[in-house]
């Protein structure tokens, strides 16, 4: 079927003694129809890992690998108040049929398994329920960059 566009058809309405008013009506109609047909495609989104940087700058964390789960909470709300959101929420689904077959036993099978309603009732959001490695850093940018690149610019 060929495709006509909105005013080509306007144009055929007006040359047929088409009411002002009831071509003004048909045309907008046609426009809201047409309006989700004339937006490009969009390429897929990049997928993207998740990681937590944790800034040490006196050197207290371990420098073995660490990994977390990255929540939100409100911003109004003391962050020390997460861990006991996330046990308030596992208590609530380990009182459910669901939970009451598959218990969440530690804070890490809490993220995995309770659903997001539960978190959401404790005004808490999971945002990656597989833990993710957390990088540890002084929080200091050097004076002189020391990337392999810089050093082999340096050389010639």
């Known amino acids: 079927m060929p495709k006509i566009e909105v005013n080509q058809v306007a144009e055929i309405l007006k040359r047929n003694a ?3 008013s009831l071509l003004r009506q048909i ?6 129809v047409v309006q989700p047909e004339t937006d490009e495609e969009k ?4 997928k993207k890992q998740w990681c937590i940087l944790i800034s040490d700058p006196n050197g207290v964390l371990p420098e073995d690998e660490l990994t977390g789960w ?3 909470i409100p911003e109004s709300d003391s962050v020390l108040t997460t861990v ?3 046990h308030k929420a596992a208590y609530e689904f380990n009182t459910t049929k669901k939970g009451r077959l598959l218990p969440a036993k530690t804070v890490g099978e809490a ?3 309770v659903p997001a309603k539960h978190f959401k009732e404790m005004n808490l959001w999971v945002k990656t329920k597989q833990p993710v490695f957390m990088l540890r850093t002084d929080n200091e940018i050097p004076l002189e960059e020391t990337s392999k690149d810089a050093r082999r610019h340096k050389v010639e």
Do not use: H, T
Not at 27 to 32: I, N
């Open 70 to 72: 990255v929540v939100q």
């Open 43 to 46: 390429p897929p989104a990049l």
């Open 27 to 32: 045309v907008e109609e046609m426009q809201q």
């Open 18 to 20: 088409v009411e002002p």
């Open 111 to 113: 993220i995995e398994n």
């Open 84 to 86: 006991e959101r996330i």
